[in-house]
């Protein structure tokens, strides 16, 4: 079976477009490939190194939700990136050949750079950042990687660093990785913008009921549509777009009933809520009987890191023998 390695960085709860962008998609792919799915845990201290508190919960968060939204561990190697050493040990010497320019360049490092104004990342560490994601890949050789569009720049660093380690060193180590590119999530955020914790538009996995009906009602909607019987166009409406996520088989019937000013927004936007309370109530229990054993989690990280570590260390004992260590 091909392997895959994918991972997120533990940097606050999950949300919606983590379900739709992320999670519905690694959970297909854990039936056609082996899976390492891994909390980047080293990638998000790069940049929250200033206030790492909250690392620690996000991290269990998020493997609860994971799980809670059907990532396996029985078919898939659910682990912590910090929990596996080699990760370090390779990126150090992944670092040694990777040329300087090729991280100046890279496209996702100047638009950080550019536009995270609250944190202080010019550091030596986050310049790194591409190549300790190419060491978490390479120590898996895996030959696939599901990531979304903005990591395209680190899949390609990836392939080009290990060409180069395996042309320097005279042997292919290294399969060079394919991107597997996800489909960017379709949601939008409850104010119709990009989804971003620092928009505070995202509804989470873990809102309770109550909240999901505030935010919901708190949509924005067809700014058109001032008075009730105004007619409205849900292709302008971000609540439609929602319809088209939780209840397509409604979509149209909705759709109509807007034109003809039939439905005002407030019982459009009720019946939404009931709908995406539906949808998440099955994955919240989940969660909340995750949340009461946690001891079950730890189990589960630590055996995904048992068999992360099989791996990791078979390549590094290849790399090194290489290096003449
Ligand atoms: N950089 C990725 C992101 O921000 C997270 C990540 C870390 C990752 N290591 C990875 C993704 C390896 C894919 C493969 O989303
Ligand atoms: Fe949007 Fe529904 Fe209002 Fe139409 S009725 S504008 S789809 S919230």
Not at 279 to 300: A, G, H, M, T
Request: with cysteine; hydrophobic share 35%.
């Amino acid at each position: 079976m091909k392997r895959i390695l994918s991972g997120m960085r533990p940097t606050g709860k999950l949300h919606l477009g983590h379900l739709f962008g992320v999670l519905e998609n690694w959970k297909k792919l854990q039936e056609g490939y082996e899976c390492f799915f891994m909390v980047a845990d080293w990638h998000a201290l790069m940049s929250e190194y200033e206030r790492p508190e909250n690392l620690r919960e996000n991290i269990i968060d998020n493997v609860i939700d994971w799980l809670s939204c059907g990532i396996s561990p029985e078919t898939s190697h659910i682990f912590i990136q910090s929990y596996v050493k080699e990760h370090l040990e390779l990126y150090s010497i992944l670092s040694i050949i990777t040329p300087l320019g090729w991280l100046e360049r890279c496209p996702t490092y100047k638009e950080q750079l550019r536009e995270i104004t609250n944190r202080n990342i010019s550091t030596y560490g986050f310049l790194g950042y591409p190549v300790l994601q190419a060491a978490d890949i390479l120590l898996y050789k895996a030959s696939c990687v599901p990531v979304g569009e903005d990591q395209l720049p680190h899949l390609e660093l990836t392939r080009e660093i290990a060409r180069r380690f395996n042309s320097l060193y005279k042997k292919e180590v290294f399969p060079e990785p394919k991107a597997l590119l996800t489909q960017g999530s379709r949601i939008l955020g409850t104010d119709g913008r990009k989804l971003s914790k620092s928009y505070d538009n995202t509804i989470l996995l873990s809102d309770e009921p109550a909240v999901l009906c505030r935010k919901i009602q708190g949509m924005f909607t067809d700014p058109k549509r001032i008075k009730r019987n105004d007619p409205g166009h849900p292709e302008k409406c971000n609540v439609h777009g929602y319809y088209s996520i939780f209840a397509p088989e409604r979509r149209k019937e909705i759709d109509e009933l807007c034109r003809s000013a039939q439905i005002g927004c407030t019982d459009c936007k009720k019946e939404l809520a009931v709908v995406v309370i539906k949808y998440l109530v099955p994955i919240q229990e989940k969660r909340n009987s995750y949340l009461k054993d946690k001891s079950k989690i730890f189990d589960i990280v630590h055996e995904g890191a048992k068999s992360a570590r099989t791996v990791a260390a078979t390549t590094m004992v290849e790399v090194k023998e290489l290096l003449g260590m």
